[in-house]
C-alpha cells in the first residue's frame, strides 16, 4: 500500500520562527489534507490541498502531486502553533480511505 | 468546532466489556469515517459509511463494528475489550461541502479499558 512519510519527526522552534513540515507518499493521490492536533488531542483542518498553494493567515501549503510531496509552512510560529502536524492522503487507486502519515511534533516556546 | 459531534467524550471500562461511541456527521455530511489513534499505532484508519451503507474497511478488528442510520448518525461498537483497546476514537464526516472529500473530524472520545 501507499507509503506517507513526514520530516522531521520532531522540531523545536523558538516563537517567532519559521519553519517547513514536508510529507513524502509514495503512489498517486486524489486528495491530501493537513491536520494540526493540538495539545488537547483536537485534529483541525488546516488545508484541503491535492494540488497547488494556499495560504491561510501565516500558514500556507503547497503539493506537488506529480512529484508526490506536499509542504506545509509556518512563519512567525507562536505557542499555540504546538501540537502534531499530519498529512493525510487518499490514494488514486484502492479503497476509500486515508492514509495519515506519523506526524511532525513542533513545541514552539516562548 | 468542526460541526462533527462525538459522545461521550471519555469512557473508561473494564476488560470484556462492552461500549458504544456514538458520532453525529455535519449537517449536510453522508459519509462517516472512524479512525483509532493509539499512542504506538498512530491514526488508524477503521471505516467508512456512505449514507448508510458500508464503504470501505480498515483495519478493523472482528470484535468492533459499526453501522449508519437513516439520521445519518453513526455508532462505532467495541466488544470484549482488551487493554489495547485504550485509544483516541475519532469520528470524522464528509460529503457536503465545496470539497467532496474534504473530512472533517470529531473531538474524539477517549477509551480508557483498565
Known amino acids: 500500500g501507499i507509503q506517507v512519510e513526514q520530516s522531521p519527526p520532531d522540531l523545536i522552534l523558538q516563537e517567532g520562527a519559521n519553519s517547513t513540515l514536508r510529507c513524502n507518499f509514495s503512489?498517486?493521490?486524489?486528495?491530501l489534507q493537513w491536520f494540526h492536533q493540538n495539545p488537547w488531542g483536537q485534529l483541525i483542518n488546516l488545508f484541503y490541498?491535492?494540488?497547488g498553494t494556499k495560504q491561510n493567515g501565516r500558514l500556507s501549503a503547497t503539493t506537488v502531486a506529480t512529484e508526490r510531496y506536499s509542504l506545509l509552512y509556518i512563519s512567525s510560529s507562536q505557542t499555540t502553533d504546538s501540537g502534531v502536524y499530519f498529512c493525510?492522503?487518499?490514494?488514486?487507486?484502492?479503497?476509500?480511505?486515508?492514509?495519515f502519515g506519523t506526524g511532525t511534533r513542533l513545541k514552539v516556546l516562548a | 468546532d468542526s460541526g462533527v459531534t462525538q459522545t461521550p467524550k471519555h469512557l473508561i471500562t473494564a476488560t470484556g466489556q462492552r461500549v458504544t461511541l456514538r458520532c453525529s456527521p455535519r449537517?449536510?455530511?453522508?459519509?462517516v469515517y472512524w479512525y483509532q489513534q493509539s499512542l504506538d499505532q498512530g491514526l488508524q484508519f477503521l471505516i467508512q459509511?456512505?449514507?448508510?451503507?458500508?464503504?470501505a474497511k480498515g483495519n478493523i478488528l472482528e470484535r468492533f463494528s459499526a453501522q449508519q442510520f437513516p439520521d445519518l448518525h453513526s455508532e462505532l461498537n467495541l466488544s470484549s475489550l482488551e487493554l489495547g483497546d485504550s485509544a483516541l476514537y475519532f469520528c470524522?464526516?464528509?460529503?457536503?461541502?465545496?470539497?467532496?472529500?474534504?473530512?472533517?473530524f470529531g473531538p474524539g472520545t477517549r477509551l480508557t479499558v483498565l
Open positions: 470524522a464526516s464528509s460529503g457536503g461541502g465545496v470539497n467532496y472529500n474534504e473530512q472533517f
Open positions: 503512489d498517486s493521490v486524489n486528495n
Open positions: 449537517s449536510g455530511d453522508l459519509s
Open positions: 493525510a492522503v487518499f490514494p488514486t487507486s484502492g479503497t476509500y480511505k486515508y492514509i
Open positions: 490541498i491535492p494540488s
Open positions: 459509511y456512505y449514507n448508510g451503507e458500508e464503504r
